[in-house]
């Protein structure tokens, strides 16, 4: 079979397991969780003719709002709804704010939480804002850090709080920078990481009815902000995690540990990607590395690793090839099975915004607000494109209703101005 209908085929059955086992019933335009539809940072097909190349203040820009406060949260989009999280340090507030998608008018704002100040140890990078919601299509999911607890709430995509609950107690520790983990959406439940070097850490299972705790697991003893991701290896579904120099995998419907290996740093924030029966992660500190981690044997092992560090922005998976940018800007491409690596090209950086793929493209934000667009190709680094709005950008960009969405903002002085955006032909 040709590599690229080989490609193809896996992406289907990924597609069709997702649908069948993360919550609601999955729209083709809707983005409404952490790395898309496919939880993989794949756009449909149908971005494919809808997102140009280029853009700019006066092309191919459909709209543009406002954001008040600020938040590295990225937007997601429930039917033509654009959802996103932000704080409002004069008001104390934790808010979450609603968006036409068609015209990027604002419908709504539903405050979470009042009276909240921002932890002294909230690293210069992160928001008191910074955890992606996610959305069954009926009720969104949110989970933020809030005067040292970590708590979730439900909210009826009308703006109805459905219910509230403390996940656990978030007290300072070594080398925190404060919460910046997004929750993962299951059939029946939501699951949220709590990686702290004391007894209260954990991996938490919430019922997405009442918020009422269904299971916890363990996590090693150590600060860390990854994100939780369902995926399906060896015909099994389970949850991936890193952090504190451990690898593991956990049974969705239980928590128990599947498998564990030691690898990558003490701590790590991107969200884990796979592809048939390997997975990949990148960590930072205190040692900086990527791992390939094989499941092909009776064990998980390493498979490969090099010393590149991919820390806040998440990898792609593309066929056979694992793409990603390290913080200083280099973008790399390497053969998944053995780390092989095909190019490495320096972009522009820094980066913490992941990148997204739309068909054979890369779209990739860095944190001065300027987007390359490049192929994704183990051939050579094929640059399309680069496109400026704003000087400022931490949310991931995505794509949802025949649009590429945004969160940028304009730094002046002292003053941040966040903006929504929406880009189509």
């Known amino acids: ?30 983005w ?12 449909p097909n ?30 997601i989009v429930v039917d033509d709804a654009i959802f996103v999280l932000t704080h409002e340090p004069a008001a104390g507030t934790i808010s979450l704010l609603k968006y036409r998608l068609g015209d990027g008018s604002p419908i709504g704002k539903v405050a979470l939480h009042q009276g909240v100040v921002p932890p002294r140890y909230l690293h210069k990078k992160n928001t008191c804002a910074s955890s992606t919601p996610s959305s069954d299509g009926n009720t969104v999911f949110v989970v933020a850090e809030v005067n040292q607890a970590i ?3 439900a909210i009826s995509t009308a703006g109805k709080i459905l219910w509230q609950t403390p996940v656990a107690p978030y007290r300072a520790g070594k080398g925190w920078f404060g919460f910046g983990s997004s929750l993962l959406l299951l059939d ?8 702290v070097d004391n007894d209260d850490r954990g991996l938490f299972c919430l019922s997405k009815k009442t918020g009422k705790q269904i299971w916890k697991a363990p996590r090693p003893v150590t600060a860390s902000y990854g994100t939780p991701i369902l995926a399906k290896l060896n015909g099994t579904p389970q949850i991936l ?41 990148s960590g930072s500190y205190p040692d900086p590395g990527t791992y390939g981690i094989s499941l092909a044997g009776k064990s998980a092992k390493v498979a490969w690793d090099n010393k590149v560090k991919c820390y806040e922005q998440s990898m792609l998976m593309v066929g056979d ?3 990603g ?20 090209q320096r972009l522009q950086g820094p980066f913490s915004a992941s990148p997204l793929l739309i068909g054979d493209r890369i779209y990739a934000s860095n944190e001065r607000g300027k987007t390359y667009v490049y192929r994704a190709s183990p051939d050579a680094f094929d640059l399309l494109s680069e496109n400026k709005l704003g000087d400022s950008s931490f949310a991931s960009p995505i794509y949802a209703g025949g649009k590429l969405i945004l969160r940028h903002a304009t730094t002046g002085g002292n003053q941040r101005t966040e903006f929504l955006v929406g880009i189509g032909k």
């Not at 080989?6 to 597609?15: I, T």
């Not at 149908?46 to 190349?53: C, I, R, Y």
């Not at 029946?188 to 990686?195: F, L, R």
């Not at 390497?334 to 780390?339: K, L």
């Open 1 to 30: 079979m040709p590599p690229i209908l080989s490609h193809l085929n896996r992406r289907c059955c990924s597609a069709i397991f997702v649908a069948c086992v993360v919550s609601g019933t999955l729209i083709a335009e809707d």
């Open 32 to 43: 409404r969780r952490w790395r898309g539809p496919t939880l993989d940072n794949h756009a």
């Open 46 to 75: 149908s971005a494919v003719d809808a997102v140009p190349l280029t853009w700019s203040e006066s092309e191919n820009l459909l709209w543009r709002q406002p954001v008040p406060g600020q938040g590295h949260a990225t937007p």
């Open 151 to 153: 708590v979730a709430t």
């Open 188 to 195: 029946d439940s939501i699951v949220i990481a709590v990686d």
């Open 241 to 281: 995690m890193s952090g504190g120099y451990q690898v593991t995998s956990y049974q969705p419907k239980t928590g128990r540990p599947l498998w564990s290996v030691d690898a990558t740093s003490r701590t790590t924030c991107a969200t884990m990607v796979w592809s048939n029966d390997m997975v990949f992660v």
């Open 321 to 323: 090839y694992l793409y």
């Open 325 to 344: 940018i390290a913080d200083n800007g280099v973008a790399y491409c390497w053969r998944s099975a053995d780390g092989q690596e095909m190019w490495k």
